[in-house]
């Protein structure tokens, strides 16, 4: 029998702890943990087992014995069933309750008790003896609200013997209202209920950042239906859209689609797809994208891809995949928080034995201070640090047109020392421009535009279509020439105005014997500045010159010299083009490290050098033709991948427009988060080594732990979803 998904929503899974929880629980029902996997960002779970041995209903049971809540997924919003108020705002009830029936308690206490003062003992640890009846009952409320939704999961860890944050903060509670402390066994039933709240807060907030993703296509399209369907527009699910199908988009309104111009001009917004901080005119046959936004034109577009087949389809699969891909600092703390738990834990025990049965130390205060070694023991900022940084600066590079597969991508721009880079679409737009014209013989710029426009009319040549366009650019009316013909491997020619024109390169201007030394000097030039001549002429002269050539994106220098400026020690140009006109290229984008005439094996060489020189090498290429370098790199950068599956599938970062200054950016950003995630770690493990230090001294309470760890984590999370914030600077 073959494997079948089974996909479950988790209600309380927020954090790594709960993960581990559920495989420990569920992994022996399916015959091992292996088949399980958890999308945290979603709150998903998928059971991967044979049909028919392991029903829905089972594996819900077993999920809710853990403490936490599954229902059957559903992609449709509409087939899921609706989660409660109680499912929804439980938590939070749970806890305000709590902290109100904790207030309540002191209160009743410090009024019966003469004053707040006298409501604690001498040393200000612990309520003084003698709680007054009633504020035990209101303490105890506030204990059982506080552990309510802990209490399943800590027996469940209590059962298995697996200790964790659950389990050690009900021993911490019970034990202080074992030993009369009331008021600090509520006050921290309710800190650790609150930094529960904070935690699915936190997770909830990266959740949201990344499903605004998903509301970037509207649901529905406008058509216009073909006149032998009976015409007239109509509106429709976006699924439901075909190929081909055309999309009436009005002014302000965002596009359903990936589609094609054909009526109509405008400006869009491609800001949610490509990270461009000014809209892009669009005219007849520019490319649009799902979740774009329309500018002050009406646009008719032509339907080029299904709804789930968008470049935006494709980047909420990546981001959603990227979740599972975990960071090398994501994965220590996990593997820390797992021994560093049950470490304390007996730690705390041999504290609440040892001073007592060898030394003759007081019993009640050696066993505060093992519940205060407790309540320390609690990783919950330790192991949340990590994961809400993470997935904030995943949230912030795909909002900045910086789509990153995943954790690991994540942090290997911090330390990368050298950057390769092909040419061709990379540091050069990809197609040729004309970029000068030269009249001679007494003609002018728009007669010799005339006549080459009139020989290439129907040629469809990359040199040709740089021309054409070029010519209308300038307002010229290209008329196609009569008599034309095709000299095979030389040019064309053909009649314009009565008269024969010829066309073609140096050589050919060679072979005709027609090249006069000022001629060769401009052409020699041309070549020399890496652009591809042009020539033509007539019978008794050369009319003149155009020089074409792959042009240099404009952002290419100050990106080159960005990345210098973020540490990265060398920037190496990778082409196959002829050297010539690569040395052009690095002398205007100011890399000095150019390889030319490289066939797809030599550049693989070329990155097996950086490597061993620097350790760490990025490849940036179109992500297809330099698949092999880029295959073989520390990271792999796709350029320009909006709207190329390729470019986005084969990459390890994509970036989304044709906008170079975009990898400076990433460097940064990940250098930024490694500083964050650093930061965090740092100070809630600083924070739980004061309170060791304090516990030892006797001057730690329960109270203070908890809300030294509730601190630190709210501070943790703040620090982390900082991030969310990060916009690019164009």
Not at 679 to 703: D, E, P, R, Y
Request: charged share 20%; aromatic share 6%; proline share 5%.
């Amino acid at each position: 029998m073959s494997p079948e998904d089974q996909q479950f929503k988790i209600r309380g899974m927020d954090c790594a702890e709960e993960v581990a929880i559920l495989k420990r629980e569920i992994g022996p029902l399916i015959g091992g943990a292996e088949y399980l996997s958890f999308d945290l960002l979603k709150a998903k779970m998928t059971v991967l087992v044979p049909p028919g041995t392991v029903g829905p209903r089972e594996i819900v049971k077993a999920v809710e014995r853990t403490g936490m809540g599954a229902r059957v997924w559903a992609d449709d919003a509409e087939h899921l069933e609706p989660e409660t108020f109680w499912q929804r705002r439980g938590r939070i009830v749970l806890t305000a309750a709590s902290g109100a029936f904790a207030l309540a308690g002191f209160a009743v206490h410090a009024v019966l008790s003469g004053g707040i003062l006298r409501a604690f003992g001498s040393e200000g640890m612990g309520i003084a003896d003698g709680v007054p009846t009633v504020s035990r009952a209101f303490y105890g409320l506030a204990i059982l609200l506080g552990v309510w939704s802990v209490l399943p999961k800590a027996w469940n860890a209590l059962r298995r013997f697996r200790p964790d944050m659950n389990l050690l903060m009900t021993i911490a509670v019970l034990g202080a209202v074992a030993i009369g402390e009331w008021f600090e066994g509520a006050t921290v039933a309710f800190l650790f209920s609150l930094s529960l709240a904070l935690e699915s807060w936190s997770v909830g907030r990266a959740r949201r950042a990344v499903e605004a993703l998903m509301d970037l296509a509207p649901q529905t399209a406008r058509i216009r239906r073909p006149v032998e369907e009976g015409g007239g527009e109509e509106e429709i699910p976006a699924e439901q859209v075909e190929v081909g199908a055309l999309l009436l988009v009005k002014p302000g309104e965002r596009i359903p689609l990936d589609g094609r111009v054909v009526s109509g001009a405008s400006e869009v917004n491609q800001a949610p797809i490509t990270g461009e901080s000014v809209p892009v005119p669009k005219t007849i046959g520019a490319e649009v994208f799902a979740g774009t936004i329309n500018g002050d034109g009406a646009l008719d577009i032509e339907s080029t891809k299904r709804s789930g087949e968008t470049t935006l389809a494709h980047i909420i699969r990546l981001v959603d995949e990227a979740q599972s891909r975990r960071a090398p600092s994501e994965q220590w703390v996990e593997k820390f928080a797992r021994l560093y738990t049950p470490v304390v834990l007996a730690l705390a025990v041999a504290v609440l034995l040892l001073p007592p049965l060898l030394f003759g130390g007081e019993w009640s205060s050696w066993i505060y201070r093992s519940l205060v070694l407790l309540v320390i023991a609690c990783p919950c900022a330790l192991v949340i640090s990590t994961p809400v940084s993470i997935v904030a600066a995943l949230a912030s590079a795909a909002r900045n047109g910086v789509l990153i597969k995943g954790g690991l991508f994540l942090e290997i721009p911090a330390r990368l020392k050298a950057v390769a880079l092909d040419k061709t679409g990379t540091l050069t737009w990809g197609r040729p421009r004309v970029i000068e014209i030269v009249p001679l013989a007494g003609h002018d710029e728009r007669e010799l535009l005339e006549r080459v426009g009139a020989l290439e009319a129907r040629s469809e040549h990359p040199l040709a279509r740089a021309i054409l366009a070029f010519a209308k650019e300038r307002g010229v009316e290209v008329q196609p020439a009569e008599d034309f013909r095709i000299l095979q491997g030389k040019g064309a020619a053909g009649r314009f105005g009565g008269k024969e024109y010829w066309l073609g390169s140096h050589r050919y201007l060679e072979e005709r014997g027609e090249e006069t030394p000022e001629v060769h000097e401009r052409l020699e030039a041309m070549s020399q500045g890496g652009r591809t001549a042009v020539v033509v002429g007539t019978a008794d002269h050369v009319c003149g010159l155009i020089a074409v050539a792959d042009e240099v994106r404009p952002e290419s220098r100050l990106a080159v010299q960005e990345l210098y400026d973020a540490g990265i020690q060398a920037v190496v140009m990778l082409t196959g083009d002829n050297r010539g006109t690569a040395e052009a290229i690095g002398q205007q984008t100011g890399i000095e490290d150019v390889r030319a005439e490289m066939l797809p094996a030599e550049k693989v060489a070329a990155i097996d050098e950086l490597l061993a020189r620097y350790g760490a090498v990025a490849m940036i290429g179109d992500g297809v033709n330099d698949a092999p370098a880029m295959a073989r790199a520390t990271m792999s950068v796709a350029m320009g991948a909006a709207g190329s599956d390729a470019a986005i599938e084969v990459a390890d970062v994509a970036l989304m427009s044709d906008d170079l200054a975009k990898l400076p950016w990433l460097i940064r950003h990940s250098r930024r988060t490694l500083r964050i995630i650093r930061q965090n770690i740092a100070f809630s493990l600083a924070i739980k080594a004061v309170f060791v230090i304090l516990t030892f001294a006797g001057h730690a309470s329960l109270w203070a732990a908890i809300a030294a760890d509730t601190g630190a984590s709210l501070l943790v999370i703040a620090n982390g979803l900082r991030l969310l914030g990060r916009r690019t600077a164009t």
